[in-house]
């Protein structure tokens, strides 16, 4: 069964400041999404990675992809307070979509 | 206009109710789903259509009816729930042979069972 795992579940971090949000996953893949969902609304469609090695970056975000480690990560250059939201993993594996937990984040002045 | 529209956004409803979800995509998508997300649990895939046919059922309760008319429209059909119901009932759509199979959410619609 396809198990996607995101660290930290929760984070709380300071304008300026880096950090990576981590996504493990459990079965061969090389599709994998991003979404970000910010608080009452929907999710929204980050970024696709579809193969080992993929890198993808939009202003203050990037999001990298390792197949072979089964690892994605979203890391965040330079925090700003409007990227405080939820953010999702989903790994793809033929049919199956699976999401993580979601990343709750918080970038306080 | 967002591409996946649902109605209602807010719903509040008695355990012996009937009530029912709709969806709309203007994507010209051929997948439709229904996720449940609640504070307890990550998002729940409940319900896959694919050309209107039910490809995934994901062990939902039955009190937990969809309906898909056609690729455009998906609905969700509410009867006896319980409280533990209570949760965002997220619609959306794909297009899974464009390469990519980005899912494009709606805004969804919040369920209080009382």
Same mark, same amino acid.
């Given at each position: 069964e396809l198990k996607v795992e995101q660290n930290p579940l929760f984070l709380s971090m300071q304008e300026g400041k880096n950090y990576t949000i981590y996504c493990n996953y459990s079965t061969t893949s090389d599709r994998l999404y991003w979404y970000r969902q910010d608080p009452g609304k929907s999710l929204e469609s980050l970024f696709v990675l579809l193969s080992n090695g993929a890198v993808k970056q939009e202003g203050r975000l990037m999001a990298s992809l390792d197949t072979k480690a089964r690892l994605s990560t979203l890391h965040i250059t330079a925090?700003?307070?409007?990227?405080?939201a939820t953010y999702f993993c989903a790994v793809e594996v033929e049919d199956d979509m699976r999401f993580g937990a979601g990343t709750r984040l918080t970038v306080k002045p | 206009e967002t591409g996946v529209t649902q109605t209602p956004r807010h719903l509040v409803m008695g355990m012996t109710n009937k009530k029912s979800l709709k969806c709309e995509q203007h +994507? #010209?998508?051929n997948a439709m789903y229904w996720y449940k997300q609640s504070a307890k649990k990550p998002l729940e895939l409940m319900f896959v259509y694919n050309f209107k046919e039910q490809?995934?059922? @994901?062990?939902? $309760?039955? %009190?937990f009816s969809p309906e898909c008319p056609n690729s455009s429209h998906l609905f969700l059909h509410l009867h &006896? +729930?319980? $409280?533990?119901?209570?949760a965002l009932y997220l619609c959306a759509s794909s297009?899974?042979? %464009? #390469? &990519? @199979? &980005?899912i494009y959410f709606g805004e969804g619609s919040w369920l209080t069972v009382v």
């Amino acid at each position: 069964e396809l198990k996607v795992e995101q660290n930290p579940l929760f984070l709380s971090m300071q304008e300026g400041k880096n950090y990576t949000i981590y996504c493990n996953y459990s079965t061969t893949s090389d599709r994998l999404y991003w979404y970000r969902q910010d608080p009452g609304k929907s999710l929204e469609s980050l970024f696709v990675l579809l193969s080992n090695g993929a890198v993808k970056q939009e202003g203050r975000l990037m999001a990298s992809l390792d197949t072979k480690a089964r690892l994605s990560t979203l890391h965040i250059t330079a925090a700003v307070h409007d990227l405080s939201a939820t953010y999702f993993c989903a790994v793809e594996v033929e049919d199956d979509m699976r999401f993580g937990a979601g990343t709750r984040l918080t970038v306080k002045p | 206009e967002t591409g996946v529209t649902q109605t209602p956004r807010h719903l509040v409803m008695g355990m012996t109710n009937k009530k029912s979800l709709k969806c709309e995509q203007h +994507l #010209g998508h051929n997948a439709m789903y229904w996720y449940k997300q609640s504070a307890k649990k990550p998002l729940e895939l409940m319900f896959v259509y694919n050309f209107k046919e039910q490809t995934e059922n @994901n062990s939902v $309760p039955s %009190r937990f009816s969809p309906e898909c008319p056609n690729s455009s429209h998906l609905f969700l059909h509410l009867h &006896t +729930l319980q $409280p533990e119901d209570s949760a965002l009932y997220l619609c959306a759509s794909s297009q899974p042979d %464009r #390469g &990519t @199979n &980005t899912i494009y959410f709606g805004e969804g619609s919040w369920l209080t069972v009382v």
